[in-house]
Structure formats: C-alpha cells, structure tokens
C-alpha cells in the first residue's frame, strides 16, 4: 500500500528571547533567534524534498506575525505551504490534534518539529512504510524524546500523561500509545537540536544561515 501522507511541521513564531533559549549562552539572544529561523526553513526545505504535501502549524494563533517571521513567510510563500495553528493544551494534545487533521485529507499524517534537520525525505518514507504495518510510528531522537510522529489511526488520549521535555518522553509516549490499543513501530534515532554541541553539528551539516533574510 502507498498511502498519500501530510507531514505536519511544528513551529514557534520566531521573536527574540522566546526560541532555542539554550543556545542563547552561546549565540547570544539574537543569535538565538536567527539559529531558530535557520532551522525553521531548513526543516521546511528537507520535508518539500519528500514530495508531500505541508503544512506549518504555529504554537499559537498571532493576528500579525512579527517581522522576524520573514525569512520563514518567505520559504512558505516559495513553497504554497500553508499555515494552522496548533490546538491543545499540552505537546501531546496538539500533536494528536494535527495527526487528526492531517488524517482526515491523507492516509497517514507525520508531525516533525522545527529544530529536527536530521529528518529527510529517507527518513518520511522509512516512516511512511513502516505504518504499513503499525498504528503509530516514532523517529527517537538522542536526548530521549522523538523527531517524528506518524500515524494511521488515532486516539484522543493516545498521548495523555507524558512528561514533555524530559529523558522518559519516548519512553512514555510508545506506553501511552499502546496503552489506549494502537501498535507501534520505532525508527532508528536521528538528532535535533537543543543545546550548542547539537548546533555545531547542524551548522557542520548545513553551513551558517544566510545574512540576506
């Protein structure tokens, strides 16, 4: 089976001093904020790369987006990608949420985060195969929590009780999902980027974001 998929990619509005704040020890805040841009769009490129189709869901519905969206706009725009918001009052309500919403036009949705560049379009259709066979399926990522989310069916619990942002955020999301009946599959781990070592690797990979906005 070749089941059409929507990916998901999840993003916060990028302003100064609210994104990748742990690297703001060794960027600075507006470094900070540019790191955030740069793998917001570098992101968005690797999943168009896939051939699927996009959508960037905002952490929160803003009725002006702020001058420093403009790059990520401009990659949207580039793209026909277009925007939602995302609805839940805790990570694993929203990404339910999406992978609903994305099931209704796809036969499988994907969510993936802005700071996942280790995330290709390999990597979509490994996921993409293994729900031939499963329910859910997880790409893990080094510091315990996970890259990727896919799904072909869903629960509205099916991600209830997890604590985001931890070493057990894996761990406790396969518990959830299995606990509410839905099967799973596990991907080999990629990498995301959090802290100033996991930037030096992006950077490495990728190169140093562009001044031109």
């Known amino acids: 089976m070749n089941a059409s998929v929507q990916l998901v990619q999840f993003a916060k509005w990028p302003r100064e001093g609210r994104v990748k704040t742990r690297l703001e020890p060794a960027l600075g805040r507006q470094g900070a904020l540019a790191a955030h841009i740069h793998l917001t769009t570098t992101v968005m490129d690797r999943l168009q790369a896939s051939g699927h189709p996009v959508v960037l869901a905002w952490d929160e519905f803003l009725a002006k987006a702020p001058p420093e969206a403009g790059p990520v706009l401009a990659v949207m725009e580039k793209y026909h990608v277009p925007s939602t918001v995302q609805q839940g009052e805790d990570l694993g309500e929203r990404m339910t949420h999406a992978l609903g919403v994305g ?14 560049p280790s995330v290709d379009a390999a990597y979509i259709e490994e996921a993409r195969q293994a729900l031939d066979d499963v329910d859910v399926v997880f790409g893990p990522s080094d510091d315990g929590g996970y890259v990727l989310i896919g799904a072909r069916n869903t629960r509205p619990d099916m991600l209830a009780g997890v604590a985001w942002g931890t070493g057990k955020a ?20 990629r990498w995301d980027v959090d802290e100033p070592a996991d930037w030096d690797r992006f950077i490495a990979m990728i190169g140093q974001p562009s001044t031109g906005g």
């Not at 099931?103 to 996942?116: R, Y």
């Open 103 to 116: 099931l209704a036009s796809a036969g499988i949705a994907m969510v993936i985060g802005s700071d996942c």
């Open 170 to 189: 894996l761990e406790q999301s396969i518990a959830a999902v299995q606990g509410v009946g839905l099967s799973v599959a596990i991907l080999a781990p």
